[in-house]
Structure formats: C-alpha cells, structure tokens
C-alpha cells in the first residue's frame, strides 16, 4: 500500500477527486433518479447476456477447438471456416444479418409462426444473444484450439497408458489442462465481450447502453448518461478482471 | 421440381441484379462503403501507431507523473465499449472544435465523419498500440540498446536506428491483429449514421428487403479486406524477421 501512495499519486488523486467533485456538483444530475428503476433493468440485462452468452459460447469453443486441434480433416476443416468467417467479419453485421435476415425470414414460414416458440422468436433478445454466443464461440474455438494443443503428450501419454477411456481422458486431464492454460486469455476475451454487448442495443434491445441512449433522447442531456455508463462499463470490467484474478489464484499453478 | 429451379433461378437473377454496379443495382454504394471504411481503417491504424510509438516510449522511460497517466488511458480506454467512447468523443471533440473556434471569432463547423471517425478510432487503436509495442519494446534485447547508448548515440537516432527496427518483428503480429480490430470498428460508426460499408449496406437492404443478399454480400467483401490483409502482414513479418533463426513450435 505504501508503494502505491507516492506523493505524485497523492497530487493526482486530489485532481481527480476535485474533477469529480466539479461534475457532481455542476453537471445535470437531476435526471437521475428517474431512470433508477430502468437503469438497473438494464444493468441486469447486459450482465445476463454477458453470462449466457459466455456460457452457451464455451460450450460451443471446446468442441470447435478440439476439432481444429486433433479432429480429421471432415471436421477441422468447417470448423477452421467458422472461427475465419466469425472472426473476419464485424459483430454487427452478423447481428444485423441474423435479426433483419432471419427476422425476416421466419414470418414467412408457417410451421414457425405456428410453434410455441414463435412469441419468444418475435422479440430480438434471442437473435442479440445467438450472435453474441456465435461471436464468442468462433474468438474462444481459436483460443481454445491453441490450448488443446498447448498440453504437454507426456500428459496424455500417462493417462492413455494407465488405460483411461478417451472420454475420461478429456474430462479429467485434457479439458481440465487446457482450461487452465487459456485462462488468462478467457479473462481478456470476458473483458471484450462485455464491450461487445452494447451492440444489441442497435437492435432494440434494452440493454443499460440502451438506457443511456434514451435518457439523451428524452431530456437533451448528452455528457452526463455516456460519462455514467462509461463508469458503469468500468466497474463491470473492474469486476470481471479482480473475479479472474481471484480465480486464477485458486488454481495451483503448476501444472506442466 | 421444375418449379423450384424455376424460382431458384430467378432469385439469383434477382440477386446478380440487386448487387449490380450501376444505379438498379447497390453495387456501387457497397464499393463506396468499402472505400470509406477502409479509409478510416488506414487512419486510424496510422495514428493508433502514432500515439502508441509515443506512448511506449512514454510508459518505458517517462516519468512518474507520465507513466500513471498513460497508464489512466490504456486502462480506461480498455474497459469501456468502443461504442461508448466513439460517442463521447464524437461529442466531445466536435464540441472542443467548435468552442475554440468561436473564442477565436470564427463560425462553428461541421465535422466530417470521417475525420471525426478517424480521431475517435485512431484514439482507441492509440491504446491497444501502446501496449502492444510497450511489449515489442521490452523484448528487445538489452545488449543491443546498451552498446548503441555505449557508442554515444542520441535518444532520437537509438529510437530510428536500433530500437524500432529491432522491435518491428516483435510487434508485428500484435500490429496485425490491431489492423484486423480496426476494419472491423470501423463497422461501429454505422451507429453514428457514417455511411462506411456496414451502414451502406443496412441501407441497400433495408430499400430492397433482401437482407441477406446484402448482408452476406458485404460479409464477403470483409472477409476478403481481413484475409487479404492477414497474408500482407505474415509477408511483412517474414520480412521483418529475416536473418534471425527460424523458431520451431
């Protein structure tokens, strides 16, 4: 703690706090307190597109990094193009594609329009996180591609001579090593997929960037919702980055 | 049977049709997008490199007072979405262009998209950069800036002669991948109603009703603009990197 308090550090915190004193008191604030309850919906959204986004995206990373890693040629091959297409394309064009293609599409076909499902299909949350689980899936295969690879043979050679079946193999040595190994990258890829989020927004989902950007609609105030969903975004990051951290701690670390 | 080949057939009629150069078709308006975002990709690559060349020399031999504060904007700008800051910065700068214009007595301007989608990208690239040279940097070896500083070179002719070159290798693959983030964040200024190829191309699509003509249409041309760019930089690399070993993975 004392290495962090240099007097410079002293002077430029002060600074910092005086700017941040300056715009609380003379910046509009007032507008605040009726976006409460909205802001916090919209907090909730973005966090849980985040997750389930993450979520639903490893599960699909793991099998597409195996396959490019050891898998036969029949499934590396369209595996290495989804990570290529996924990645060389902008996330907003693959949200738009699949909420103004398939949104449009679907209508047109009766058997969807008649399923239970069609009341969920009509809102855009579903095509916002296909895309964001579509996107994180195609970045973390590569990620995951490497780390499959990364293991040491001895590791496998060990577990397969002890007579271990291939899935237990996968399950207990081989996941477990490259999980760890691709851990740090995770914590970065987390980082920009929140930072990927807002881009639901642009297709009315109301997400907290959305708020934001109804709040300037509404009352004409431009600085004062970007500078508090920019601090928003920060701290989300903040706990994202300290939560792998911590995580990372928990692990022992040596592993090859 | 006959008529389904039938509609196939006209459907991609009307599809070569659609994306068209000349006016029935979009054809043109998706080459402008192109053009136009490939435009603000050089630009802000180009000043992304500037301000990360600075600011790696900032972080590595600056003082105190200069580390932390580059340190606030590597961080700062790391942790808030690219959309976010285009947005403030749009703002913002237009507004500083603006105020200092008229307290030295002239009209306000318009901004052009894309010098402002330049400033706001080459700003965020300028982050991503200092870190990714800051990185090529370190990875220089010692003996090699200590024997120039030993021969009595200056700062400015070290930085020209020795470090930058030898640090080139380094950085390149951290470069290449920025350049790929940059063609694709140029894509975010749809939002601020630039007309680069994304905005062009929810245009085109949304006049005609064939999303996904156009959609995959300009998917393709970005697929082709990051491919093509990834072997121009694997070229570049293998260029940088002659004379040392080969590495063996």
């Known amino acids: 703690m004392r290495a962090f308090w240099k007097p410079h550090r002293i002077v430029m915190a002060l600074i910092a706090l005086v700017i941040v004193v300056w715009s609380v008191l003379n910046l509009r604030w007032d507008w605040v307190p009726n976006y409460l309850g909205l802001a916090a919906q919209g907090i909730w959204r973005t966090i849980w597109l985040l997750a389930a986004s993450i979520v639903l995206g490893m599960a699909l990373a793991i099998p597409l990094g195996l396959a490019q890693a050891v898998g036969p040629r029949i499934l590396a091959w369209p595996a290495r193009t989804f990570c290529t297409v996924i990645r060389g394309t902008p996330l907003l064009l693959q949200l738009w594609l699949l909420y103004y293609g398939l949104g449009s599409l679907f209508p047109t076909i009766p058997w969807i329009r008649q399923s239970e499902f069609w009341p969920i299909l009509r809102q855009a949350w579903p095509y916002g996180l296909l895309a964001l689980t579509l996107s994180f899936a195609g970045y973390e295969g590569e990620v995951m591609r490497g780390a499959f690879k990364g293991v040491p043979k001895g590791q496998l050679e060990a577990a397969r001579a002890m007579g271990m079946p291939r899935l237990t193999i996968l399950r207990r040595i081989w996941l477990p090593q490259a999980l760890h190994r691709a851990l740090p990258t995770l914590g970065g890829e987390t980082v920009l997929q929140l930072k990927a989020t807002p881009l639901v927004a642009t297709i009315t989902v109301v997400d907290i960037y959305a708020v934001a950007s109804r709040v300037r609609q509404d009352t004409f105030i431009t600085y004062e919702p970007l500078l508090l969903l920019a601090v928003v975004y920060m701290a989300i990051t903040g706990i994202i980055v300290l939560g792998f951290r911590w995580f990372e701690g928990r692990i022992p670390s040596r592993v090859a | ?249």
């Open chain 2, 1 to 249: 049977m006959a008529v389904t080949a039938l509609v196939g057939a006209a459907g991609a009629a009307s599809m070569f049709e659609l994306l068209q150069l000349s006016p029935p078709g979009w054809g043109a308006n998706l080459l402008r997008g192109l053009w136009n975002s490939i435009l603000i990709a050089c630009g802000a690559f180009g000043l992304g490199i500037g301000i990360g060349t600075l600011g790696a020399f900032g972080k590595l031999y600056g003082g105190p007072v200069l580390r932390d504060l580059l340190a606030v904007y590597t961080t700062v700008v790391r942790a808030v979405p690219e959309l976010v800051l285009i947005l403030i910065l749009y703002y913002a700068v237009t507004d500083a262009v603006n105020q200092t214009l008229l307290a030295f007595g002239y009209d306000r301007i318009q901004i052009s998209g894309l010098a402002a989608g330049i400033a706001v990208l080459g700003v965020v690239q300028g982050a991503y950069a200092t870190e990714v040279l800051r990185g090529a940097i370190q990875a220089v070896p010692a003996g090699q800036i200590e024997a120039a500083r030993a021969m009595g070179m200056p700062p400015g002719l070290l930085a020209r002669r020795v470090t930058l070159p030898l640090m080139l290798s380094n950085a390149l693959p951290g470069l290449a991948n920025l350049w790929l983030v940059a063609t694709k964040d140029t894509a975010l200024l749809a939002v601020v109603g630039f007309g680069e190829l994304t905005q062009e191309t929810r245009q085109a699509a949304g006049a005609t009703k064939a999303y996904f003509t156009f959609f995959m249409a300009a998917g393709v041309l970005y697929l082709i603009l990051s491919i093509g760019s990834g072997w121009l930089f694997a070229r570049l690399e293998r260029r940088a990197r002659r004379g040392q070993p080969e590495l063996h993975g």
